[in-house]
């Protein structure tokens, strides 16, 4: 499968704590991005990156790229109880895009 | 600004029948993309349309087809259903010309159940 894999599949966190998951993927990509989902607002664009960054921020949120290693990370800090959800990557090629199975994240009040 | 929408929210259809679902992009979205998600196979983009022509496409069996119309609105349909198509299909809308380099902005799905 060309889909990418998560790390961990699922990671509960008391509130407050930092989450970190991470994304490793099999070919060349133009970009790599995270998507949330959770069952009241549906699958939400978090972030993107592209091939030549190495790190991106967006309010908590922190994403690294390290091509060589074709593997991504996702970090949110300061989690909150909304922050529970489960949480994707999605790289792009030159014609597809492949998603990741996924890290469902639980942030504990 | 309202949101994706698609419709219609649930479905239920029979091994072989064929089945039509729509999604409205957001106003002056030309991008429309759309995805699969099952528990088995999680998240699989299907297709994706800009101004009427199919831009990318997914690897799925020509079965599944879809269309994009001139105010932007899209249909994807697929014939000849098999219990294996019960999944939540998604759509998606962009501003820029690719949900591969663009935000994109989700609807809230279809369920489509096939017995």
């Known amino acids: 499968s060309q889909q990418g894999e998560e790390d961990p599949q699922a990671l509960s966190i008391q509130e407050g704590e930092n989450a970190t998951m991470n994304c490793s993927y099999k070919?060349?990509?133009?970009?790599l991005q995270w998507y949330r989902q959770n069952s009241g607002r549906g699958l939400v664009h978090l972030i993107l990156?592209?091939?030549?960054?190495r790190e991106k921020h967006s309010g908590r949120l922190r994403v690294t790229l390290d091509t060589s290693k074709k593997s991504s990370s996702l970090l949110i800090t300061a989690s909150r109880a909304a922050d529970t959800a489960s949480y994707f990557c999605?790289?792009?090629?030159?014609?597809?895009?492949?998603f990741g199975t996924g890290t469902r994240l639980t942030v504990i009040p | 600004k309202a949101g994706v929408t698609q419709t219609p929210r649930y479905l239920i259809k029979t091994r072989g029948q064929q089945v039509t679902l729509s999604c409205s992009p957001i106003?002056?979205?030309?991008?429309v993309s759309w995805y699969q998600q099952t528990p088995g196979q999680g998240l699989q983009f299907l297709f994706e349309?800009?101004?009427?022509?199919?831009?990318n496409k997914g690897n799925f069996p020509g079965r599944f087809s879809g269309r994009q119309f001139s105010n932007s609105r899209s249909e994807m349909n697929v014939s000849t259903l098999e219990l294996g198509d019960s999944a939540l299909y998604l759509c998606?809308?962009?501003?820029?010309?690719?949900?591969?380099?663009?935000?994109?902005?989700f609807g809230q799905g279809t369920r489509l159940t096939v017995v």
């Open positions: 998606a809308s962009s501003l820029g010309a690719t949900a591969f380099n663009t935000e994109a902005f």
């Open positions: 070919t060349s990509i133009n970009n």
């Open positions: 990156i592209r091939s030549n960054e």
């Open positions: 999605a790289t792009a090629g030159a014609n597809n895009l492949f």
């Open positions: 106003s002056g979205h030309r991008s």
């Open positions: 349309y800009f101004s009427e022509t199919q831009r």
